[in-house]
């Protein structure tokens, strides 16, 4: 069964993809800081989020959780977990995208 594809929806999804990518590149090519790469780059995925939730598209719990992670990353929570609280929250958010991933595959109904 073939889904009906939005152009809107896929425009949005190309453009938050694009930016993201240029993001990366600034990341690599300039001397930004890493702090205001990834809070921009959080603040591209929400904002891709609430721009498909108003428009009533369906956003994946992977785009809220990355642009949350990135966002609070990169204004300055990364520094209090990992070196007050010891925790490397990158390793936990992986291990919980992979566990909801495999959820997705294995649990879910089709």
């Known amino acids: 069964m073939r889904e009906h594809v939005n ?3 896929a425009k949005a999804e ?3 993809a694009a930016l993201i990518v240029v993001l990366l590149a600034a ?3 300039t001397n930004l800081s890493d702090a205001l790469i990834m809070t921009l780059a959080g603040l591209v995925l929400l904002g891709s ?3 498909q ?3 009533g598209w369906h956003v994946s719990l992977i785009t809220w959780l990355m642009g949350i ?3 609070l990353g ?3 929570v990364r520094l209090f977990v ?3 609280a010891q925790i490397n929250y990158v390793a936990v958010v992986l291990v919980l995208l992979g566990v909801y991933l495999a959820w997705q595959i294995f649990v879910r109904k089709r």
Request: aromatic letters at 12%; zero cysteines.
């Open 74 to 76: 990169g204004l300055g």
């Open 69 to 71: 992670v990135l966002t």
């Open 53 to 55: 939730t108003t428009r």
């Open 27 to 29: 990341f690599f090519l």
């Open 49 to 51: 989020g609430v721009y």
């Open 82 to 84: 990992v070196a007050v």
């Open 14 to 16: 190309t453009i938050t």
């Open 7 to 9: 152009l809107g929806e």
